[in-house]
């Protein structure tokens, strides 16, 4: 019971942060105003996650452990590389559709300077979600239909530009919109990832 209220807690703690993230924007959110908000302790959040940007960093690995989720769920309905392709750039379009707090959240931390055990702790937290959506991929490398890559660069070609849309449509740009994205950007992601290999 003490576990299971602890973890409660802990993500009372985290929607409460997200839910100020989202209203003041990520840098000029204090601790204070995520205590208040929570109705917490600071002991309780120092003892959770070390400080403010414990937290930030907590959130921001449960943003992306949610969204790696959706999309690995995506890619292993499809059977074929381009399928798989085209469901993890609609299902990243979904996410961002169905959760905009944390898409806009996960943008703005990506940009947010982390000490040198933070930035370690962060990249391999990213490699392990990564590795078993690449893992649906091994196949189609080995047969030469994508290109062998590392994680950062599939990232580069496959969501660059879902990425750069994700963050003008947050931030209310005109113009653009994620239901025309999800008719345009798998077939630019698929033919990015055919350009690459015939590149190498």
Same mark, same amino acid.
Request: net charge neutral.
């Given at each position: 019971? @003490?576990?299971?209220?602890?973890?409660?807690?802990?993500?009372?703690? #985290?929607?409460?942060?997200?839910?100020?993230?989202?209203?003041?924007?990520?840098?000029?959110?204090?601790?204070?105003?995520?205590?208040?908000?929570? *109705?917490?302790?600071?002991?309780? @959040?120092?003892?959770?996650?070390?400080?403010?940007?414990?937290?930030? #960093?907590?959130?921001?690995?449960?943003?992306?452990?949610?969204?790696?989720?959706?999309?690995?769920?995506?890619?292993?309905?499809?059977?074929?590389?381009?399928?798989?392709?085209?469901?993890?750039?609609?299902?990243?379009?979904?996410? @961002?559709?169905?959760?905009?707090?944390?898409?806009?959240?996960?943008?703005?931390?990506? *940009?947010?300077?982390? *000490?040198?055990?933070?930035?370690?702790?962060?990249?391999?937290?990213?490699?392990?979600?990564?590795?078993?959506? #690449?893992?649906?991929?091994?196949?189609?490398?080995?047969?030469?239909?994508?290109?062998?890559?590392?994680?950062?660069?599939?990232? @580069?070609?496959?969501?660059?530009?879902?990425?750069?849309?994700?963050?003008?449509?947050?931030?209310?740009?005109? *113009?653009?919109?994620?239901?025309?994205?999800?008719?345009?950007?798998?077939?630019?992601?698929?033919?990015?990832?055919?350009?690459?290999?015939?590149?190498?």
């Amino acid at each position: 019971m @003490v576990r299971r209220d602890g973890l409660r807690r802990r993500e009372e703690i #985290l929607d409460a942060a997200l839910a100020c993230f989202a209203e003041g924007g990520t840098l000029s959110v204090t601790l204070e105003q995520i205590l208040a908000r929570a *109705g917490a302790s600071p002991s309780s @959040v120092y003892h959770h996650f070390g400080g403010r940007q414990g937290v930030a #960093l907590a959130l921001l690995q449960r943003c992306l452990t949610r969204l790696f989720a959706r999309l690995e769920a995506a890619v292993a309905a499809e059977q074929g590389a381009e399928a798989r392709v085209t469901a993890m750039v609609r299902a990243h379009l979904d996410w @961002v559709e169905a959760e905009p707090a944390e898409a806009s959240f996960m943008y703005q931390m990506s *940009g947010a300077p982390l *000490g040198d055990d933070d930035r370690a702790r962060h990249l391999a937290f990213k490699s392990a979600l990564y590795a078993p959506l #690449l893992a649906r991929f091994v196949d189609f490398v080995a047969s030469g239909e994508i290109p062998a890559l590392s994680p950062p660069m599939y990232d @580069v070609i496959l969501m660059g530009p879902t990425h750069e849309l994700s963050r003008r449509v947050l931030a209310g740009a005109p *113009g653009l919109d994620l239901e025309s994205a999800r008719a345009l950007l798998p077939r630019v992601a698929w033919a990015a990832m055919q350009g690459a290999k015939t590149a190498r």
